[in-house]
């Protein structure tokens, strides 16, 4: 249901998950929940009213998976923190979000070769990313979301960036874990440019030229 690369994964003995309380986070901290020796999952607070509604939701959400674990006898290896700097970032776009969360993520890691993050971007991010690049001429590389990148002292690994948002609500109805999702009415806001690619953009050009899932993944299909 997931496309997952495993391969990515196979160096590191503990990793980290940025877990927003998204339905994407939310599915894929739970899949790799099942399988992963030792896992732990990070909610980074924005102190935006958002973000403080999501605390509590997300340490539920990471007692349930302990005891998910448990009943499939799996380890007890599952680990969870809500981290996040002082101040409201209510107004930040896009990138400073995104700043903020790494300068975070920093924080949190020590320097060890054995760690690493993973990003839950899937295939529709990656769409969204190519279309931003292409209109902002900010093409770098073969991939418009890399696999892995290289921060300070840990590594950033984005092992389902071939998977469709249409599985990933598949998996969650399955799981049923819906119950779980937090989704930040944000993500409807048209000002914010990828929102608009998202709901607007994006639909038109696919009624007109087909769907652009399979363009995109083209891009990958080699490091897979």
Excluded at 32 to 39: F, I, P, T, V, Y
Aim: proline share 3%; hydrophobic share 30%; charged share 25%.
């Amino acid at each position: 249901m997931l496309k997952y690369n495993s391969k990515l994964l196979k160096d590191y003995e503990l990793i980290h998950v940025g877990v927003s309380m998204g339905l994407d986070s939310v599915v894929m901290s739970h899949f790799l929940a099942r399988g992963m020796k030792q896992l732990m999952l990070i909610n980074v607070n924005h102190k935006t009213e958002h973000g403080e509604s999501c605390v509590e939701p997300f340490n539920k959400y990471c007692e349930w998976l302990k005891t998910q674990r448990q009943q499939h006898n799996k380890p007890p290896e599952l680990w969870h923190t809500v981290s996040g700097a002082a101040g409201d970032t209510t107004g930040f776009n896009e990138a400073q979000l995104r700043d903020y969360r790494y300068g975070v993520f920093d924080n949190g890691f020590r320097d060890s070769q054995n760690e690493a993050l993973i990003m839950c971007h899937h295939l529709d991010d990656a769409v969204e990313s190519y279309l931003m690049n292409t209109f902002t001429g900010k093409v770098t590389g073969r991939h418009p979301l890399p696999i892995s990148t290289t921060r300070t002292n840990y590594k950033v690994l984005r092992p389902f960036i071939r998977t469709k948002k249409k599985n990933i609500i598949k998996y969650a109805q399955h799981y049923d874990l819906m119950k779980w999702v937090k989704e930040d009415k944000s993500n409807e806001d048209l000002t914010i440019r990828r929102n608009w690619i998202r709901l607007k953009l994006r639909p038109e050009i696919e009624s007109e030229y087909g769907s652009l899932n399979k363009v995109v993944a083209k891009k990958y299909n080699q490091t897979y």
